[in-house]
């Protein structure tokens, strides 16, 4: 078991949603977690919540000199860096016809550049501590597609070969990689979804985020075998399609 007692984590998009439960996961586990965020008011309310594990910091994942904050503040406030999670993203709809290139763009900056600009910055930290873990959430949209929603799509399935390229390049530094795949979850993203979205899947409901925390949990202390793989998450809406078979 990986104890993270003494020892920091960074959460994005950490304020609400998957992020804040994660961090709430990781904390109950012992380490000391800096829930980053730009939503300023819904992030220190969570680290408040927290207690004494918890600390909030400003960061927008595009910005490469925060992010190099936000990590100095975990291990000055926590102890040596063990956890990255790369949460944050956001997602927009639009047809390829007709969504602006712009907010293509913009999706992408967020969704996958920031998380590559936090493990650039996180992977020497870590290695200088002797090791850690980074959990990217990627999506089911990173194991298939979905009709508009196409920046999200290209960004999850970017994610997705970033971690394994990482964990290819790290392991050998004792730095695990892994990626998360959840299908539709009780979010602020996913308020105006209807419930119609789950009812074809095997578990036909909306997952919690609490649900994708406990697996975040789970190869952070317990998977140490585990690098470069895909968990998922989607109440089984990705393994396949049931058919009405004949009567006779």
Known sequence: MFDLHGRSAVVTGGARGIGAAIARSLADAG?????????????????????????????????ETEWREVIGIAEDSFGPLAVLVNNAGILDYGAIESEPPAMFRHVLEVDLVG??????????????????????????????????????????WGLRGLTKTAALELGAAGIRVCSVHPGPIHTPMTAGMDASVAAAQPLPRFGEPEEVAAMVRFLVTEASFSTGSEFVLDGGATAGQVLALPTS
Do not use: F
Request: charged share 15%.
């Open 115 to 156: 998380a590559w600009l936090g493990m650039h910055t996180a992977a020497p930290v870590l290695r200088a501590a002797g090791g850690g873990v980074i959990v990217n959430i990627s999506s089911t949209a990173g194991l298939t597609g979905y009709a508009g929603i196409g920046a999200y799509v290209a960004s999850k």
């Open 31 to 63: 380490a000391g977690v800096v829930v980053a965020d730009i939503l300023d008011h819904d992030g220190k309310e969570t680290a408040d919540a927290i207690g004494r594990n918890g600390r909030y910091a400003h960061l927008d994942v595009t910005r």
